[in-house]
Every structure is written in C-alpha cells, then in structure tokens.
C-alpha cells in the first residue's frame, strides 16, 4: 500500500473504532437508493469461445493482451535494481534508470515476485531467468532488517542499499518505522505463490515466510459483540506521535505500539486474513468479523448509505449481511469504491470459485457499477476508478463513492464530487450532483476486470490509448484525467504489478491462482469461503 494512501485510510478507519457498538434488532428493510439505469455491458465471462468467428475474436484479444504484458514487463524491470533484485516504488515513464524510486516496501516486492512468475508463464522470459530474478530477490530479502519477534518487514527500505528508510528521500522528513499488516500480508502471499511456482526456490520462499507471525496484528477483542477479532492496521516499534495502543506482544515481553483502528471492512486488506488463516495463525472465525456492510441501524448512520440485509450465523459468529443499491442494482461495497479494494485479492485468492455465492456474485456486479458511474452517471466516456497517481501531481485515491462504506469515500473526479444519499430515519440525503468534473481512470482497473468483462476491458484500455498520451515505453501510464487531457506519466510498481497479474492469470489459464490456491491453502480457506451467499442483485 502506498504511503499517502495508507495514511488516508488509517484516517479513514479511526472512524470504524471511534463508532458504536451495533444493536441487536433485525434489520428492516429499506428501498434501493438510486434512479435505475442499465449499465452500458453485462458481465462476461471467458477470453474463449467455441464458434469460430468469436474464436477469432478471442484470438485477436490474446494477442493484444500479450502485447500489453510484454510492454508493462519492460517496466518492472526497469524499476528493479540490477544488483539486488529489490523494485523500487516507481520510475518515470522514460523508463531513465536514473528516475527509479529510492524506496521499496514489501507490497512492491510481492508485486514483483508474481510478475516474474506471469512473465514466465506468458513466456516472455525463460525458466531459467524467471528462477533467476525470484532467487536474486528472495536473497536481498532475507538481508532486510526484521522485528523481532514478529518477524515482520517494515513498510520502506533502500532498494540499493537494504537499509529500513528513516528519512524520506523526496523531502527528507522523518519516518518512523511501521509494520503493516496488508504489506505484509502481500508479500507473505507471494511468498506462498512461488513455493508452488518456482520450486527450486521453495526452501528460500519458506524459510522467509516461516518466520512470518500475523497474530502480532490480531486483537481478539475487536469485535466483542460477535465473539471474535479483527486485525490493526500495523505497530511502529516506538511510540509514535498520533494515537496508538500498547500492548505486550504475545506476552513476549516486546511491547509495540499498534495503530487504534482495525481493518473491520472487507478490502483489499482481507489478504492478511486469508495468509494468516491458511497458516493456521488466525482462527477462521475472524473472516466473519469483518463487516460486509455496517447494520441498519441508526448507531451506523454515518456509513454512506442504509443497507439491506439480515442477521446470519456462521461459525458462530453473527453476521450482518447487506447490501447497498446502486442505480438498479444492489452489490456488497467497500470501504472507499474503488476497483482494487474489490478485485485485487480474488488475483492470487479464488475468492470466486470458493465463495460462488457471495464474491463470485459480487465481483460482477462491482466492474458493472464502476461501468455504469464512468459511462452513465458521470458521462466521462470512460471507466475504472482506483487509487493512483495523480495527473495533477502527487497520488490520491479514485473510486465511486457511492459503492464504498466511507461516507466522504473516494471521488471518480478531481473536483472530489460526492453524493449522500442519507441513511433512511436517522439521517438526511442530499440531492444528488447534477454533473460530475473532470474523471481521472487508471488502466490497471480495466485489467483487474478481465475476468468477468474481458470485451469492455479492452474495449476502455484502446480508447485510452487511441484518445490520450496514455501509452509508453512500459506500457499504460498510471492514470488519464479524460476530460483535461492530463496524463500521470509514471509507472508504479504496485500498479504495473496487478497489471501483470491480471494478464498472467487471463493468458496461462489461472495459472498464479492456481500456484497459490495449493491443496493445503485449499483446505484452510474453502470452507471458509463457500458458507455465505450474498443478496447480490445484477443490472437488469
């Protein structure tokens, strides 16, 4: 996770701990909440097809998405250090060595490792170069200084020199040094990945994840009222200025500083849940701790929106299971609206398959809201809302408020225009916008969507291409603002990470899923996943 958008969302999250305590009343049923509009596509399904003249179709689309991984690979190499094997978190868009980042954190290495891995399975590189690069970067990662106990990474190292980053080199300001759970989260599942993947570097991937402990970010209090926990957001070894909560790790005597909020939402964050589950750290039971949408009572009324839902048992752990509407359809949210809180988990974790019935339904239904926002609502001509630099300079976070928890959420538009539709009895809406400023896409959303709208994704990616300067030497750039024109021209790790995996998986026939989702992995999460069954209704 990035650094202003990691601090962003801990803002963000304080409130889901500052909030009451929900009631326990069945929930009453309360009206979708938007004007009903079909979006312009229906979800597909498949690259391939049996009749011939879609087989062509299909064809010509592999192509183009092979073209896309060779480009958006030259990136991540250009981004790594040729001596360590460490990315650094971006590099211009000249792809000058010179421009390289200064800093890595574990999420870029985990997004490096698995690009390696879809580089090979597209057979852009050898089997033996692909071995080579994992074993070059695993080694430069096990010389990474670690807590102790823990055995956590820090979020910022010197990709050139291994050192843990104190100073920031941009600014030269102070950082102080933070354990988090979802970068962690990501590299351990890497790490799981190329156990699976690159089998002569399996005892290297395992040695490094073994001394992985994710219950240092359980707090088995966090959810009281549903008899199981939630995980923080991370500890810093020292106290830190801000609000933080000591504790005694594991009654170890090692006393950290953890951050107040917890990660209560199903985002992007659920990988840490799922590594510490399949590696029997966490009860399984946490997964159901994690709200699907906050109650509809009037204790939750700062939420977005009023859900609909009822109360479940699963585990024993009762579970509200809402949904929000959303222009016709209803769909359960997350936290901020944006593409990759929703679908960059489900590339390595077959969220899918093992949960048909909720994300298998769900995540369908999420890409045709973000379609129907940038192509109906909001009329930008374009869609795919998600986190990324930011055309104007700097990164914010991109989404469509209206499918995220968050009541101020994140904004498709420079201009940060929002809706609040109320909270039916306990709080007022307001009218909605008449009109919507200048959208800012990012290309990697398109592609975290080719599993369910391969056709729409490509069709948005060529108009990106045709209509912008949004195309270079790495591939896509980070994100177009469509109605100024305005390009972010650089190429981020973690965004040019998820590209490669989307393609990986879309060409190689799943093939990382498949290296994660291992028999043992297998046993731990699918029975977990495949109880529920969310009350998803699709676009008429």
Not at 407 to 425: A, I, K, L, M, W
Not at 485 to 496: F, H, N, R, S
Request: hydrophobic share 35%.
């Amino acid at each position: 996770m990035r650094r202003r958008h990691a601090a962003a969302l801990a803002a963000c999250l304080a409130l889901i701990a500052a909030a009451p305590s929900p009631a326990s009343a069945a929930p009453s049923p309360a009206p979708a909440v938007s004007p009903s509009e079909s979006p312009l596509v229906s979800p597909d399904v498949t690259l391939t097809t049996s009749t011939p003249a879609t087989a062509s179709t299909a064809g010509r689309q592999r192509e183009v998405l092979r073209r896309y991984a060779a480009d958006t690979w030259k990136s991540m190499v250009a981004m790594t250090d040729p001596a360590t094997g460490l990315p650094s978190d971006k590099i211009d868009g000249s792809l000058a060595p010179g421009t390289r980042a200064k800093v890595t954190s574990p999420t870029n290495i985990a997004t490096y490792l698995w690009s390696t891995v879809a580089a090979r399975e597209v057979r852009l590189i050898s089997k033996d170069e692909a071995r080579r690069r994992v074993a070059a970067t695993l080694a430069s990662t096990a010389k990474l200084e670690r807590h102790a106990p823990t055995g956590q990474f820090y979020n910022w190292y010197d990709p050139r020199t291994l050192q843990v980053v104190r100073t920031w080199p941009e600014d030269g300001s102070v950082v102080q040094p933070f354990l988090s759970s979802v970068d962690n989260g990501w590299l351990a599942a890497a790490l799981m990945m190329i156990r699976s993947a690159v089998p002569e570097v399996s005892k290297q991937a395992g040695t490094l994840l073994g001394g992985m402990e994710f219950e240092s970010y359980y707090d088995p209090q966090a959810r009281p009222d549903a008899g199981t926990g939630l995980l923080r957001g991370g500890f810093w070894p020292e106290k830190p200025t801000g609000c933080s909560v000591e504790s005694d790790y594991n009654d170890s005597g090692t006393t950290v500083h953890s951050t107040c909020h917890h990660y209560g939402a199903l985002t992007e964050a659920r990988i840490a849940s799922y590594v510490g589950i399949a590696l029997g750290q966490l009860p399984p039971q946490h997964y159901y701790g994690m709200w699907r949408t906050f109650p509809d009572t009037c204790d939750w009324s700062w939420a977005e929106q009023k859900p609909v839902g009822t109360w479940r048992t699963y585990m024993g752990v009762n579970v509200f299971e809402g949904t929000y509407g959303y222009r016709g359809m209803r769909l359960v949210p997350t936290w901020g609206g944006s593409m990759f809180e929703e679908l960059m988990v489900t590339q390595l974790v077959p969220e899918d398959v093992w949960g048909a019935r909720s994300w298998g339904r769900n995540q369908p239904v999420y890409i045709a809201a973000q379609i129907e926002h940038g192509m109906n609502e909001a009329k930008y001509g374009y869609w795919g809302f998600s986190p990324s630099n930011d055309p104007a300079g700097g990164y914010r976070e991109y989404g469509v408020d209206a499918i995220g928890m968050d009541t101020p959420g994140y904004t498709s538009d420079q201009e940060r225009t929002s809706v609040d539709y109320g909270f039916e009895g306990c709080r007022e809406g307001q009218p909605e916008p008449e009109s919507y400023g200048d959208g800012v896409v990012t290309p990697h959303a398109s592609f975290l969507a080719l599993r369910h709208t391969p056709g729409a994704a490509l069709d948005n990616l060529a108009r990106l291409r045709t209509n912008f300067d949004a195309y270079g030497p790495g591939g896509f750039y980070d994100a177009v603002a469509v109605r100024s024109g305005k390009v972010a021209k650089q190429y981020l790790a973690l965004d040019q990470g998820m590209i490669m995996i989307a393609l990986g998986n879309a060409l190689a026939d799943d093939s990382l899923r498949r290296h994660f989702a291992t028999r043992d992995v297998t046993a731990k999460l699918a029975p977990v996943l495949r109880q529920e069954e969310w009350a998803v209704v699709p676009p008429r």
